[in-house]
């Protein structure tokens, strides 16, 4: 079956600093790759997609590359700031129509400043 | 645009307790899901809806889970009997029918169940 593998948290790091949330994955066929978004008290949104190999989905400064020979969707920000301490969650859905997601175990980021 | 509208927001029962949680989808979302997410995981799918008709239950724990969406609009998610390991947070969601991979989902601010 499909699933997701994230890098475990939580991740700390300093303001304006460069960051990476690995996400690889496994899936048949020609999934949709996603990133979802989970601020303090809030729902769960997304960030970005990227629904085909090569596909790069940004949202708010962050980017993430569709790399099929990896199978990889690893999230990536330049800089990050205060406003971005969240917990990030990688997604997929299945293919030929069922947007079924199936969900990362998350990874907590907190940004000091 | 109003969004996913989930109740109660918390609750907190004993053991074998029932309980049972509302939601009402985005207007015009054909398509509704229940998440289980339970401290510390990631989301698990419980149920699928598509219109009235169940898609995929295959996780779902029929023997005390159920859930309803009748007319295709709100639908209800009931434990009975509640276990100490349901302590989670239920999220219900949903996205337009429609489009290969779209798969947008637009979540409500999830309903937490303490089981004591």
């Known amino acids: 079956g499909n699933s997701v593998t994230q890098m475990e948290g939580p991740v700390t790091l300093s303001e304006e600093a460069f960051l990476t949330i690995n996400c690889t994955y496994t899936a048949t066929g020609y999934p949709s790759l996603f990133w979802y978004v989970q601020y303090p008290g809030e729902g769960l949104q997304l960030l970005l997609k990227a629904t085909k190999a090569d596909d790069k989905g940004s949202n708010k400064g962050f980017e993430a590359t569709y790399r099929k020979e990896t199978t990889s969707f690893h999230l990536e920000k330049g800089s990050v700031q205060v406003s971005d301490s969240a917990v990030y969650f990688c997604a997929l859905s299945g293919n030929f129509g069922n947007e079924k997601l199936t969900f990362g175990t998350g990874t907590r980021l907190t940004i000091i400043p | ?116």
Do not use: M
């Open chain 2, 1 to 116: 645009e109003a969004g996913v509208a989930q109740s109660p927001r918390y609750k907190i029962i004993e053991k074998r307790q029932s309980v049972a949680f509302w939601c009402n989808p985005i207007s015009g979302h054909a398509t509704l899901y229940w998440y289980q997410q339970i401290l510390g995981q990631g989301p698990k799918l419980l149920i699928q809806f598509q219109n009235n008709g169940v898609v995929d239950d295959s996780q779902l724990p029929k023997d005390r889970f159920s859930a309803e969406r009748l007319k295709g609009v709100d639908s209800t998610l009931k434990i009975q009997p509640a276990k100490l390991e349901d302590s989670a947070v239920y999220l219900c969601a949903s996205s337009l029918v429609g489009g290969r991979n779209t798969g947008e989902l637009f979540f409500g601010e999830g309903s937490r169940l303490t089981v004591l």
